[in-house]
């Protein structure tokens, strides 16, 4: 059971504090409610430039990082589809470093055009690293494409394609600051080595006089129903060929998130799971093969991506996949594999809890979900799922007209 | 009102004292030394099982890493499948790593299962057979995702700098190839297994909150083995470093970026200069506030991360830097490393800013002690290396008093270009 405790500043901020007395820590975690799935179309990879010059200095600070890590911290952050989080960790007894800095940049931003240009090309430099200069680094800017056609889900957080980046201009920035990183678009939590009474005096006294902002309404392009199977085949200067399907699931906060999400357990999550010992020890038709889900808020996608063993076809390949799939569309999982995929789960959760760092980014997680206390509810959820839950999923999730095939040829 | 000019007031981290909660200390019958921390709140259990079976005493290339992988591929009693899936039915995480003098199996478990797992753990050290079409997948699955791997210039980059560093017939030098993959037979790993394993030198190191009867559970499953009987032999490993310096490899002639490695051999771990210039490289390139990522990723934007490091073994030690950078400007990034390096020889740095690289790192070992996983992590890295049990004090002074004479004093000492390795792969 985690404690916290959690109030809202005059100004629609969110905040949320969880009392750990045993560490001389303290995390202060700000989650801004944008990601790229917030986007323009024309201007992707926004989000995430964004996140970069949130560390170019603020109106009363000029740089962020040398005051935190003079203080003994030290921090990051990350962009999703869904959302935007800023960390940082320090000595229980500086937190209100913490506060100042974080609330100094919420207030409002102060960079020019030389640290526009600067992170222009560090993102750029990131875009290749990840994403070009890779083999199969485009599998996903491809697949979003392919799956989507409506939803912002279609391109990446990094962005669809390089030149987005290279064209922001300061004015686009400013826009963006002032459209979602207001107080009443953020959550604010706090965890380890500090009181309830302490966090609500400080968040007073640092974020209260924040002009609330506007309240950002998300109204997304929903994505209609796929209704018939998608195919692509791609030819890459990659050594080994690579087998990629994707089929529709459901969004975070449906109750049959459980369901799937213990399915991609059951089909891969490790040595004993099903695609594992069918296709890459029984068959050795795959040299790797997974299957997961990223856990995105909005319906996202269940994925089953493989590396081919040399000499095998394509085509065997997807029926070898499809045949595996028919036998837990035919028949409910027995009692003891269910027991084992719940156990992993009940374990998994206990090790992420174990991290200070972890417990304040799951507090701020479950609160942009409407449900901060879902940090205690999550195991019951997969504790109830039952085998015949999971057998109707299946033949509902892996219907041919859900689906969308990448064959990703290699060069040799 | 707060007044948002002012920095609000800190206690420096280098006024916190900092202290390794002790390790309780086991001897089984067989006289295997246990290290134990019993700590947190998790009902959690990490057991980390370590023996001298690394690559250091391998005849053929890649026994050792293999043989380490095929514990968890079939006993006498239990083919791969069923190994998997008892530790998995208990939602426990079996993870085997072969490093350079050691090779291990680690656990991590929920503590009311860990009596369920032991006696499987002791049944793959005493009992492995190696079967033979397990090894044939391994090589199929290696070969692959080497292949794969050689398409990455940092991957490239990371085996071609410790070759020149340490020799392609050197333990800390030499890489995987398929041939070494296809030369690989079950025969070989059985005997591998039997000297390092079944009658090799272990240690156990094991934390989160334990089961009352730890001691009796460790004694029963791997006190009564044949274990630290034989002392593992004396090998001698001679460095043949590359007389040549200067590398630039073309890997992808599309590529787009350079994966840029500078290096030089460093006086090891247990060395009197090691922390202090720990200290240094910290303030070089070893934090996100660094030299390195101030010019060449906040002013130039040539790449987005560059670090520094210290690439440590048991019998040699490597400063590492390491970046990748768009292939037009490697030529550029690197003319600035050697300009940071020369600032750091010729201007001695300010109290203020060595005083937050201080802060920064006294910080971050703070952060880190607050699990018990990362105290027996610190602990272990002690124990294994023989660096003393006061290592970790004598670490936190040598980070609280090092002065900025002393830190340009090893700049002077250490971090001249002409000393160092560099390489750059497209």
Same mark, same amino acid.
């Given at each position: 059971?985690i404690?916290?405790e959690?109030?809202?500043?005059?100004?629609?901020?969110?905040?949320?504090?969880?009392?750990?007395?045993?560490?001389?820590?303290?995390?202060?975690?700000?989650?801004y409610?944008v990601?790229?799935?917030?986007?323009?179309?024309?201007?992707?990879?926004?989000?995430?430039?964004?996140?970069?010059?949130m560390?170019g200095g603020?109106?009363n600070?000029p740089s962020?990082?040398?005051p935190?890590?003079?203080?003994?911290?030290?921090?990051?952050a990350?962009?999703t589809?869904d959302l935007?989080n800023?960390?940082?960790?320090?000595?229980?007894?500086?937190?209100?470093?913490?506060f100042w800095?974080e609330?100094?940049?919420?207030?409002?931003?102060d960079f020019?055009?030389?640290?526009?240009?600067?992170q222009?090309?560090?993102?750029?430099?990131?875009?290749?690293?990840?994403?070009?200069?890779?083999p199969?680094?485009?599998?996903w800017?491809?697949?979003r494409t392919?799956?989507?056609?409506?939803h912002?889900?279609?391109?990446?957080?990094?962005g669809a394609?390089?030149s987005?980046?290279?064209?922001?201009?300061?004015?686009?920035?400013?826009?963006?600051?002032?459209?979602?990183?207001?107080?009443v678009?953020?959550?604010?939590?706090?965890?380890?080595h500090?009181?309830?009474?302490?966090?609500q005096?400080?968040?007073?006294?640092?974020?209260?006089?924040?002009?609330?902002?506007?309240?950002?309404?998300?109204?997304l392009p929903?994505?209609?129903?796929q209704?018939?199977?998608?195919?692509?085949?791609?030819?890459?200067n990659?050594?080994?060929d690579?087998?990629?399907?994707?089929?529709?699931?459901?969004?975070r906060m449906?109750?049959?998130?459980?369901?799937?999400?213990?399915l991609?357990?059951?089909l891969s999550?490790g040595?004993?799971?099903r695609?594992?010992?069918?296709?890459?020890?029984?068959?050795q038709?795959?040299?790797?093969i997974?299957?997961?889900?990223?856990?995105?808020?909005?319906?996202g996608l269940?994925?089953?991506?493989?590396?081919?063993?040399?000499g095998?076809?394509?085509?065997?390949a997807e029926?070898a996949?499809?045949?595996?799939?028919?036998?837990?569309k035919?028949a409910?999982?027995e009692?003891?594999?269910?027991?084992k995929v719940?156990?992993?789960?009940?374990s998994l959760i206990?090790f992420e809890?174990?991290?200070?760092m972890?417990?304040?980014?799951?507090?701020?997680f479950?609160?942009?979900?409407?449900?901060t206390?879902?940090?205690?509810e999550e195991?019951?959820?997969?504790?109830?799922v039952?085998?015949t839950?999971?057998?109707?999923?299946?033949?509902?999730?892996?219907?041919?007209?859900?689906s969308?095939t990448?064959?990703?040829?290699?060069?040799? | 009102?707060?007044?948002?000019q002012?920095?609000?007031?800190?206690?420096?981290a280098i006024?916190?004292?900092?202290?390794?909660k002790?390790?309780?200390?086991?001897?089984?019958?067989?006289g295997?030394?246990?290290y134990?921390i019993?700590?947190g709140?998790e009902?959690?259990v990490?057991l980390e099982?370590?023996?001298?079976?690394?690559?250091w005493?391998?005849?053929?290339?890649m026994?050792?890493?293999?043989?380490?992988?095929?514990?968890k591929? $079939?006993?006498s009693?239990?083919?791969?499948?069923?190994?998997?899936?008892?530790?998995?039915?208990?939602g426990?995480?079996?993870?085997?790593?072969?490093?350079n003098?050691?090779a291990?199996?680690s656990?991590?478990?929920?503590?009311k299962?860990?009596h369920?797992?032991?006696?499987?753990?002791?049944?793959?050290?005493t009992?492995?057979?190696?079967?033979?079409?397990?090894?044939?997948?391994y090589?199929?699955?290696?070969?692959?995702?080497?292949?794969?791997?050689?398409?990455?210039?940092d991957?490239?980059?990371?085996?071609?700098?410790d070759?020149?560093l340490? $020799?392609?017939?050197?333990p800390?030098?030499?890489?995987s190839?398929?041939?070494?993959?296809?030369?690989?037979q079950p025969?070989?790993?059985r005997?591998?297994?039997d000297?390092?394993y079944?009658?090799g030198?272990?240690?156990?190191?094991v934390? $989160?909150?334990?089961?009352?009867?730890?001691e009796?559970q460790?004694n029963e499953?791997f006190?009564?083995?044949?274990l630290?009987k034989?002392?593992?032999?004396?090998?001698?490993h001679?460095?043949e470093?590359?007389?040549?310096?200067?590398?630039?490899?073309?890997n992808d002639k599309?590529g787009?970026?350079?994966?840029i490695?500078?290096?030089?051999?460093?006086?090891?771990?247990?060395?009197?200069?090691?922390?202090k210039?720990?200290?240094?490289?910290?303030?070089?390139g070893?934090y996100?506030g660094s030299?390195?990522?101030?010019n060449?990723r906040e002013?130039?934007?040539?790449t987005?991360?560059?670090?520094?490091?210290?690439?440590?073994?048991?019998?040699?030690t490597?400063?590492?830097?390491?970046?990748?950078?768009g292939?037009?400007v490697?030529e550029?990034?690197?003319?600035?490393?050697?300009?940071?390096?020369?600032v750091?020889r010729?201007?001695?740095v300010?109290e203020?800013?060595l005083?937050?690289?201080?802060?920064?790192?006294?910080?971050?070992?703070? $952060?880190?002690?607050?699990?018990?996983f990362?105290?027996?992590g610190?602990?272990?890295?002690i124990?294994?290396n023989?660096?003393g049990?006061?290592?970790?004090?004598?670490s936190?002074?040598d980070?609280?008093?090092?002065t900025?004479?002393?830190i340009?004093?090893?700049a002077?000492k250490?971090?001249?270009?002409?000393?160092f390795?560099e390489?750059?792969?497209v």
């Amino acid at each position: 059971m985690i404690q916290f405790e959690q109030f809202v500043l005059q100004n629609g901020l969110k905040v949320v504090v969880h009392e750990d007395h045993s560490t001389p820590m303290a995390v202060v975690n700000v989650m801004y409610d944008v990601g790229a799935r917030d986007e323009n179309p024309a201007q992707t990879g926004f989000a995430h430039l964004f996140e970069h010059l949130m560390f170019g200095g603020s109106v009363n600070i000029p740089s962020y990082d040398e005051p935190l890590q003079r203080a003994g911290g030290e921090n990051n952050a990350y962009t999703t589809n869904d959302l935007t989080n800023y960390y940082c960790q320090l000595p229980a007894e500086n937190i209100e470093t913490a506060f100042w800095l974080e609330s100094d940049r919420m207030l409002s931003l102060d960079f020019g055009e030389k640290s526009l240009e600067v992170q222009r090309k560090v993102v750029s430099e990131e875009f290749k690293e990840h994403y070009l200069n890779k083999p199969y680094g485009d599998v996903w800017h491809k697949m979003r494409t392919l799956a989507y056609k409506n939803h912002p889900y279609r391109w990446m957080t990094i962005g669809a394609e390089l030149s987005h980046i290279e064209n922001a201009t300061l004015e686009d920035v400013k826009q963006f600051f002032s459209k979602h990183y207001r107080p009443v678009n953020a959550i604010l939590t706090v965890a380890g080595h500090v009181t309830a009474a302490q966090v609500q005096q400080l968040a007073e006294k640092w974020f209260g006089d924040i002009p609330s902002g506007e309240r950002y309404m998300r109204h997304l392009p929903q994505e209609p129903l796929q209704t018939t199977p998608r195919k692509l085949e791609v030819h890459a200067n990659v050594p080994v060929d690579a087998f990629y399907k994707c089929w529709h699931i459901y969004p975070r906060m449906d109750s049959r998130y459980y369901t799937t999400d213990l399915l991609t357990e059951i089909l891969s999550g490790g040595g004993s799971s099903r695609l594992f010992q069918s296709l890459v020890k029984e068959k050795q038709i795959f040299s790797s093969i997974g299957c997961y889900h990223f856990g995105s808020i909005d319906a996202g996608l269940l994925t089953i991506e493989g590396k081919l063993v040399r000499g095998v076809k394509m085509e065997d390949a997807e029926l070898a996949v499809e045949a595996e799939l028919q036998k837990i569309k035919n028949a409910p999982v027995e009692e003891k594999e269910l027991r084992k995929v719940k156990n992993k789960t009940e374990s998994l959760i206990a090790f992420e809890d174990m991290s200070l760092m972890n417990r304040a980014g799951s507090l701020s997680f479950y609160t942009l979900l409407g449900n901060t206390n879902m940090i205690n509810e999550e195991l019951n959820k997969y504790q109830v799922v039952t085998p015949t839950e999971i057998q109707q999923e299946t033949n509902i999730i892996f219907d041919p007209a859900n689906s969308n095939t990448m064959y990703y040829f290699g060069n040799r | 009102m707060a007044n948002r000019q002012v920095a609000p007031q800190i206690k420096d981290a280098i006024d916190y004292i900092l202290e390794l909660k002790p390790f309780r200390k086991i001897i089984l019958d067989n006289g295997i030394a246990v290290y134990a921390i019993d700590a947190g709140a998790e009902e959690v259990v990490q057991l980390e099982l370590v023996f001298n079976a690394g690559n250091w005493y391998e005849h053929e290339n890649m026994v050792a890493s293999a043989t380490n992988y095929m514990l968890k591929n $079939g006993t006498s009693q239990k083919n791969a499948f069923d190994i998997n899936e008892h530790f998995e039915y208990y939602g426990s995480y079996l993870n085997r790593n072969c490093y350079n003098e050691t090779a291990t199996l680690s656990l991590h478990s929920l503590t009311k299962h860990l009596h369920e797992l032991l006696p499987v753990i002791q049944e793959l050290i005493t009992d492995s057979i190696i079967p033979e079409p397990e090894l044939h997948i391994y090589r199929q699955i290696m070969k692959q995702k080497l292949e794969v791997n050689l398409k990455k210039c940092d991957f490239v980059a990371n085996r071609l700098i410790d070759e020149y560093l340490f $020799g392609i017939r050197h333990p800390y030098g030499k890489y995987s190839s398929a041939i070494a993959y296809d030369a690989l037979q079950p025969e070989q790993l059985r005997r591998f297994f039997d000297q390092y394993y079944v009658n090799g030198q272990c240690s156990i190191f094991v934390a $989160g909150k334990l089961p009352n009867n730890i001691e009796q559970q460790l004694n029963e499953n791997f006190g009564k083995l044949p274990l630290n009987k034989m002392r593992s032999p004396q090998i001698t490993h001679i460095i043949e470093a590359a007389a040549e310096k200067k590398y630039r490899i073309i890997n992808d002639k599309d590529g787009i970026q350079g994966a840029i490695r500078i290096a030089s051999h460093f006086p090891g771990n247990n060395h009197p200069d090691f922390i202090k210039t720990q200290v240094l490289n910290t303030l070089f390139g070893g934090y996100f506030g660094s030299r390195l990522m101030s010019n060449i990723r906040e002013d130039k934007g040539y790449t987005y991360g560059i670090h520094s490091y210290m690439q440590n073994h048991m019998h040699a030690t490597a400063w590492m830097i390491s970046t990748e950078a768009g292939s037009e400007v490697c030529e550029a990034t690197i003319t600035e490393v050697y300009k940071e390096m020369r600032v750091l020889r010729d201007e001695t740095v300010t109290e203020e800013e060595l005083l937050l690289v201080k802060n920064y790192l006294i910080g971050t070992v703070l $952060g880190d002690l607050d699990g018990p996983f990362h105290i027996i992590g610190r602990w272990k890295n002690i124990i294994l290396n023989a660096l003393g049990e006061d290592y970790f004090n004598r670490s936190v002074n040598d980070i609280k008093s090092v002065t900025p004479a002393e830190i340009q004093e090893l700049a002077n000492k250490y971090l001249h270009p002409e000393k160092f390795y560099e390489l750059v792969v497209v």
